[in-house]
Each structure stands twice: as C-alpha cells, then as structure tokens.
T-cell receptor, first 115, second 118 residues
Framework: NAGVTQTPKFRVLKTGQSMTLLCAQD?????MYWYRQDPGMGLRLIHY???????AKGEVPDGYNVSRLKKQNFLLGLESAAPSQTSVYFC??????????????FGPGTRLTVL | AQKVTQAQTEISVVEKEDVTLDCVYE???????LFWYKQPPSGELVFLIR??????QNEISGRYSWNFQKSTSSFNFTITASQVVDSAVYFC???????????????FGQGTILTVHP
C-alpha cells in the first residue's frame, strides 16, 4: 500500500497563476482533508470531504477550492495564487469504526512557494 | 470552538535527559479525542497516540508516556532517556465529539520543536 500520496512535492508559482494539488489514497478511506502548515501556527484545516462527491469548508478555506470526484482522490485548487498561500500543504485521510473517527494518515506534503 | 495550546515553542536537551512536552486544550464537547503527532526533519507526520476523553489512564509505550488530566485539560507527553532520533516537531491535536458531525477534523497546537543534542 502506498498510503496517502501527494503530487507534486514542490512547486513555485507566480502571483495570479493557478494550480491543482492532487491527493490520492489507497486505503478506501471515506474522509479526506487538506491542511496547510505555516511556521508557528501548526496545521490548519482548509477543506475536507466526508465522501465521494462531497466537500466542506474548514478553518481557512478562502482562496482554495476542492473536488472529490472519486473516493480515492481529493484535489485542492488555487485559482489565483497569492504570496500568502506560500505554505506546506498536507493531505490526510481517515475512517470510522464503531461510530468513532480514527487517526488521520498524512501524505508527505507539498511545498508551495508563490512569488 | 476548539483550541490547543503548546506553550513550549522550542526545547533543547542533551541525550539521555527526560523531556516533557506540554499540551493544554479547550473544548465544550463532552467527548473528544486527543492526539500526538511527530514531524521529523524529513517532514512527514507520524501518528503517535490517540486518547479518548473517557479514558484518563496514563499510557506508556517504550520510552514514550502520556499523562492525560481532564481536570486541568492537559495531555502531556514525556520522552524518557531522549535520543538524537527524537529530534522533531511534535504536535498535539484535538478532534471534538468523538463521533457525530465532527467528521474527525483536527485542531492542532502550534507545535514544539524538540532538539536532542548528542
């Protein structure tokens, strides 16, 4: 099992450019999440999905869009990148057992720089 | 709203010293989960432990131990006889309302950078 994978690993954008980050998981998990990690702020939830075809906003959703057309994939889009979106982005997936959510499994991260 | 505070931004110890990382949380939920994750210099996030709010027993796993005190809303992490490989950023996190509509969302603390010197 590859677990959670993220593409690309690194990316440099110019202000105003767009891009899509791809997250894929092979564990058949229902729940998927996108976080961003900034120095001194821990990880903050951008968007999440509770199943194929569903998405919802997290703590810091502005400037991002997401889609979950297939259960195993969760895409994060930046329509018009801004320097404030320079960050490390982590995707995670999780599952529920007996009515309780389990730990999240994280991808390796994508380091994005917006100039 | 949930909040997790890790007051120690950075800790530096010498190998074989014991070190405790503090975590204090705020939540209005009566049931919740608490987590610790490790982020080594390579950057990935490694799951260490999940603790149910109903279970206040302390847990030990090798050199790692966790002290959960509901009365003080704390979930502290101790590494005994620290090693250089323990150098990492450690995150405490909270997932409210163990089931239901929380959907497992995590609120993270700011992280504590632990450096263990040889």
């Amino acid at each position: 099992n590859a677990g959670v994978t993220q593409t690309p690993k690194f990316r440099v954008l110019k202000t105003g450019q767009s891009m899509t980050l791809l997250c894929a998981q092979d564990m058949n998990h229902e729940y998927m999440y996108w976080y961003r990690q900034d120095p001194g702020m821990g990880l903050r939830l951008i968007h999440y999905s509770v199943g194929e075809g569903t998405t919802a906003k997290g703590e810091v959703p502005d400037g991002y869009n997401v889609s979950r057309l297939k259960k195993q994939n969760f895409l994060l889009g930046l329509e018009s990148a801004a320097p404030s979106q320079t960050s490390v982005y982590f995707c995670a997936s999780s599952y529920m057992v007996l009515g309780s959510y389990n730990e999240q499994f994280f991808g390796p991260g994508t380091r994005l720089t917006v100039l | 709203a949930q909040k997790v505070t890790q007051a120690q931004t950075e800790i530096s110890v010498v190998e074989k010293e014991d070190v405790t990382l503090d975590c204090v949380y705020e939540t209005r939920d009566t049931t919740y989960y608490l987590f610790w994750y490790k982020q080594p210099p390579s950057g990935e996030l490694v799951f260490l432990i999940r603790r149910n709010s109903f279970d206040e027993q302390n847990e030990i796993s090798g050199r790692y131990s966790w002290n959960f005190q509901k009365s003080t809303s704390s979930f502290n992490f101790t590494i005994t006889a620290s090693q250089v490989v323990d150098s990492a950023v450690y995150f405490c996190a909270l997932s409210p309302n163990a089931g239901g509509t929380s959907y497992g969302k995590l609120t993270f603390g700011q992280g504590t950078i632990l450096t263990v010197h040889p």
